[in-house]
């Protein structure tokens, strides 16, 4: 249910979360390697099964963010807005690395801007709508 008080915190973990749990953590914990070859990963050769686990480790941490933010929908507090501002921070580091060393293809490099958008506004969100 969405909070009467502060409905646009209260609908950006919706938003966020349903895009973040369709585009990133149900397909990474479920079939990592085919949104890999989405995102225009090439794969290694031979063994995967460290890829495929890691990309699953990732899925699994991703979607327990997003269930926790799902708990937050009704009565959002800066908590959950803290987690969202930092691990968007880490992403946009890992991203920015991985263009500077050109080691991802060009789909992650554009997440940059979309995780610091994210970031940005779930700390708007934080300072601004939950005072």
């Known amino acids: 249910m969405i909070s009467a008080e502060t409905p646009l ?8 979360g349903t895009l973040f749990l369709v585009v990133f953590a149900l397909p990474l914990l479920l079939m ?5 070859r989405w995102f225009g990963w090439r794969l290694p ?17 991703a979607l327990a963010i997003i269930l926790t933010a799902a708990r937050f929908v009704s009565r959002p507090g800066p908590a959950i ?3 969202i501002g930092w ?7 890992v991203h920015v ?17 979309f995780y610091a958008v994210v970031g940005v506004l779930a700390m708007w969100i934080r300072f601004n709508a939950l005072s």
Not at 9 to 16: D, G, M, Y
Not at 50 to 60: D, I, K, P, S
């Open 9 to 16: 915190a209260s609908w950006f973990l919706v938003i966020a």
């Open 32 to 36: 990592p390697l085919t949104w890999a």
């Open 45 to 61: 050769e031979g063994n995967n099964h460290l890829t495929v686990y890691f990309g699953r480790c990732l899925g699994a941490v």
């Open 81 to 83: 807005f803290d987690l």
């Open 87 to 93: 691990v968007s921070a880490g992403m946009v580091v």
């Open 97 to 113: 690395w991985g263009a500077l060393k050109k080691a991802q293809p060009v789909s992650e490099t554009v997440e940059i801007g």
